[in-house]
């Protein structure tokens, strides 16, 4: 059987691998084969990175409500635990949002969330 020299299909896929691996340092942006490398290492990055995102997210806000709530005479457990007695449903990125643009209104939530757990 003859050999299939591969022709414009191949140019097109070592051009698409070679476009996502434009601005690497050297060879990697350059030569095929680390530039493949290259590439998929980074797309195997992005995709476990797009999921720690939310991750520090999360973290980032929970560390931005506990200080806040801290300044206002409470720890962070007993706050989101007052707010759940008092029916108040706001997530921590709103939460954290507030400690940080609108500290008098996140004042009222931490008074709204003593009231619910009986303290002064």
């Known amino acids: 059987m003859a050999r299939v020299p591969g022709g414009p299909r191949k140019a097109r896929r070592r051009s698409k691998v070679l476009d996502r691996a434009k601005g690497y340092y050297g ?24 999921r720690r995102r939310k991750r520090d997210l999360r973290r980032l806000w929970i560390v931005r409500i506990n200080a806040a709530a801290r300044a206002n005479g409470l720890q962070y457990g007993r706050f989101v635990h007052g707010l759940k007695l008092a029916n108040v449903a706001l997530d921590r990125k709103v939460l954290a949002d507030m400690a940080v643009k609108q500290p008098q209104a996140f004042s009222a939530v931490c008074q709204t969330a003593r009231a ?3 303290e002064s």
Do not use: I, N, Q, W
């Not at 060879?27 to 797009?50: I, M, N, P, Q």
């Open 116 to 118: 619910a757990l009986g």
């Open 27 to 50: 060879s990697r942006g350059r030569l095929f084969r680390t530039a493949r490398e290259t590439v998929e290492r980074g797309l195997k990055y992005a995709y476990r990175d797009r």
